[in-house]
């Protein structure tokens, strides 16, 4: 800085100092300054001593009006209150502005982002600005544009809007021990017409709590149980809508893991109800943190002191739990549909619960019930594997007859001479096909039931952090159509040993005999390839269970042919049966006979043919 620039900055700083003081007020301006405000103050204080006085409870008297302009209620609001119920599993808050359920969180679970990054955050069912639950009723703006006074005890809390100085609503919730919360709707002073007509209507958008997104949306819809036909829902892949025919017991808003349920202690009426679910567009702002946007417009039914009384559960979709409720909730739960749904009930869900109940860990607990499953099957596994290796032992006569019977119009001599070599040895091919018909609906039931059990969530095994979601062991970074964005090792051993499986049982399968058919060795060969694509995004456990169940069927088959099943001494014992047999035919069953019958006449015809 040269002295130029030093000389003008202490010229400057010396005239504003001067500045400074000779504006600083006097004493005695500030002595008046002060005398004035306190006059001022005392003048304000007089008027509105002298100005009549307008009680808060003078102004609830006045008659408030809906704004012609605006429709709604002109009313001095009270300010807008949050309320928290709480107790050992739920947070319910609940916003005095038209006295909704702002929030719901679940105490004791956590969504699968919180679980990977091992936050102890409570799992957020759904939240502010997610979602509405208000009363419509004719004539007046519905509930949610009304501020409700708040009256709180311990674990409840009431709600008053008063719409004018005779019509007002009253709504109250009270938390109960467990995942239910009770709430009332009672209506004073509203006409039998506003009653019959009012609606109660349940806007909610599903958040994401699981790992994959497209998986949950899946399984996310709105089930509904009828009060004479039993549970209904909209369908879980698209867009879906449905008119009210019949009263409605409750409704569930429900996702893979967890529902939000409104039960009415007296059935909804079929009058003007409805239900919708949407998916949400591309470039919607909830496309990846929601599933899907609910909707419910139903009408209550009040009772003789104008009350509508229902419940509400917010949990998790847990068999044991939501059946200890009654009203059939466990029925939103996707175990299949008839016989498949009846073996999860009955039969893997009781024993899976056992094992999972008596502290097993889950992973454990899929290869005892495999096990287990497979000891009760072992009496039909035995009779398949004997029914392969007599239908191998007969292999090469069953080529002969194929070759000795290669004409298409030889087709009737073929099929009866196959029919006396299975009669006469003791082997048939429906033997086999049989006892695999009996493990069909079990290996279908599990295919439902692991995806959707609520004890397989966040349970790890192995390189599997998450039982209820896909194992990963390397994750692309990018999606690789139609594979998927990473590599699930369960769905990789599942299939391995499908194709082991294949391959040991492919020499039993018969050639195709008649040109076009499909070669089915080729079939089986794709059909476990086919299953990396298909697998690759599903639960984990399934995919483990298929891999331990189809283990388990390779070493059970193996141990039987080398310790219980001889090989020559069942082709000794075939031979000897059917050199006892053509020595003392019996007599052809009606069915071989019809068979012969057909032959002989078909010969028959075409001789005829052919001297024509």
């Keep these: 800085m040269d002295r130029n620039t030093t000389i003008g900055l202490i010229l400057i700083g010396i005239l504003l100092t001067v500045f400074t003081v000779m504006n600083q007020p006097s004493q005695e301006d500030i002595q008046k300054a002060k005398q004035e405000q306190e006059a001022a103050k005392k003048k304000s204080k007089e008027a509105q001593k002298a100005k009549p006085e307008t009680t808060v409870a003078e102004k609830s008297k006045e008659p408030t009006l809906p704004n012609p302009l605006t429709n709604k209620i002109d009313t001095p609001k009270a300010p807008v209150k949050k309320l928290s119920l709480e107790n050992d599993h739920l947070k319910v808050n609940i916003t005095t502005e038209g006295a909704q359920i702002a929030s719901v969180y679940l105490k004791k679970y956590h969504s699968y982002d919180d679980f990977v990054d091992q936050k102890d955050r409570a799992l957020c069912l759904f939240s502010d600005k997610d979602g509405e639950n208000y009363l419509a009723i004719p004539g007046i703006p519905s509930t949610k544009d009304l501020v409700f006074n708040a009256e709180t005890t311990k ?7 008063n719409i004018d100085d005779q019509r007002k609503i009253v709504v109250e919730y009270a938390l109960k021990e467990d995942h239910r919360l009770n709430y009332s709707i009672h209506l004073e002073g509203f006409s039998q017409d506003q009653k019959d007509r009012a609606q109660l209507k349940w806007y909610l958008n599903i958040k994401r709590t699981e790992r994959k997104l497209k998986e949950q949306r899946k399984t996310t819809t709105i089930c509904f149980q009828e009060k004479e036909e039993g549970m209904d829902y909209l ?14 017991e409750w409704v569930a808003f429900k996702q893979n893991y967890f529902s939000s349920i409104l039960h009415a202690e007296k059935p909804f009426k079929s009058k003007d109800g409805k239900f919708k679910v949407s998916n949400y567009g591309e470039g919607s702002a909830r496309e990846f943190s929601h599933i899907k946007e609910m909707k419910m417009g139903l009408t209550p039914t009040f009772d003789g002191s104008n009350t509508a009384n229902f419940t509400w559960y917010f949990g998790p979709n847990e068999y044991n739990l939501l059946s200890s409720y009654g009203g059939d909730y466990d029925d939103i739960l996707n175990y299949g549909w ?41 009496p039909i596994q035995w009779k398949m594997f004997v029914s392969s290796v007599k239908m191998k032992i007969l292999k090469p006569q069953v080529e002969k007859i194929n070759e000795k019977f290669s004409k298409p119009e030889q087709a009737m001599e073929k099929q009866s001479a196959m029919m006396s070599l299975y009669r006469d040895s003791g082997a048939s091919p429906l033997s086999g096909c049989v006892p695999m018909l009996i493990q069909m609906p079990i290996l279908l039931a599990v295919f439902r039931f692991f995806p959707a059990n609520f004890d397989l969530r966040q349970q790890s095994f192995l390189w599997a952090e998450d039982l209820s979601s896909y194992d990963s062991i390397l994750d692309f970074g990018f999606n690789l159509w139609p594979y998927g964005d990473h590599i699930s090792l369960f769905t990789l051993l599942m299939s391995a040993t499908t194709l082991i499986y294949t391959y040991m049982n492919s020499g039993n399968m018969q050639q195709p005999t008649q040109p076009g058919m499909p070669d089915m060795r080729i079939i089986m060969y794709i059909f476990p390839i086919l299953m990396i694509f298909f697998f690759n995004d599903y639960s984990s456990g399934l995919s483990y269970y298929y891999f331990i169940s189809t283990l388990f069927t390779i070493l059970l088959m193996m141990a039987i042919k080398r310790f219980f099943v001889d090989e020559d001494k069942l082709r000794v014992k075939m031979e000897e049966r059917t050199a006892k047999a053509s020595a003392n035919p019996k007599k052809k069953s009606r069915f071989h006979e019809r068979l012969e019958e057909m032959q002989r006449k078909a010969n028959e015809a075409q001789k005829t043919t052919k001297r024509k």
């Design 235 to 248: 369908s879980e892949t698209s867009d879906d809508y449905s008119q009210v025919e019949r009263p409605i």
């Design 155 to 161: 674990n409840a809390v009431t709600l008053t809007g």
């Design 338 to 378: 008839g016989l498949f749904r009846w073996i999860n009930l009955y039969a893997v869900q009781p024993i899976f619960d056992v094992l999972v109940r008596n502290g097993i860990g889950a992973g454990i607990a899929i290869l005892l019930l495999t096990l287990i499953l497979k000891l009760i099957l072992m």
